[in-house]
């Protein structure tokens, strides 16, 4: 898989970060993640479309092992449609969108969310935007 996205944060993940893709699925093979990586390696969030059996997998690499797999039959993607998907973090969870449906919910089991410093994109399908945001009703700068 060919690395298309990847930005860093110094000051790490807050409640409120979004992460926006959009893109067109150009073959029927599963490749297509997004990682939420710590400034120590780990992955404290993995979510990846699986096509061949209509399915997104979430889960967590921490030292050295994946954890357990949290799995949603809810896949509103289609094969050589275009898709959107969209993660986004509030102070207990990820949140899964995909063509505005809600996917996933998973739990933050890396507790530390400002050690989440980057976020990966790796995709050998044809990705359209990519947009990493604070989404936030407060006043300030939203920026890394």
């Known amino acids: 898989m060919a690395l298309q996205f990847e930005a860093f944060c110094a000051g790490g993940l807050a ?3 979004s992460l926006m893709v959009q893109g067109q699925t150009d073959s029927g093979e599963d490749k297509f993640e997004i990682n939420f990586l710590t400034d120590t390696g780990d992955i404290a969030f993995h979510v990846k479309p699986r096509f061949s059996s209509a399915t997104m997998v979430g889960n967590t690499f921490q030292g050295g092992h994946w954890g357990q797999e949290e799995v ?4 509103p993607l289609a094969l050589g ?5 969209e993660v986004t973090t509030d102070a ?3 949140h899964v969108y995909a063509q505005e449906h809600k ?3 998973f739990p933050h089991r890396h507790r530390q969310l400002a050690a989440i410093t980057r976020v990966q994109v790796l995709s ?12 936030s009703l407060s006043w ?4 890394c």
């Open 140 to 143: 300030g700068d939203g920026s």
């Open 81 to 85: 449609e275009p898709f959107e998907m």
């Open 72 to 75: 949603s039959s809810v896949f």
């Open 15 to 17: 409640p409120g970060w």
């Open 103 to 105: 996917i996933l919910q």
């Open 124 to 135: 050998d399908h044809r990705l359209v935007q990519v947009e990493l945001a604070k989404r």
């Open 92 to 94: 207990e969870n990820f």
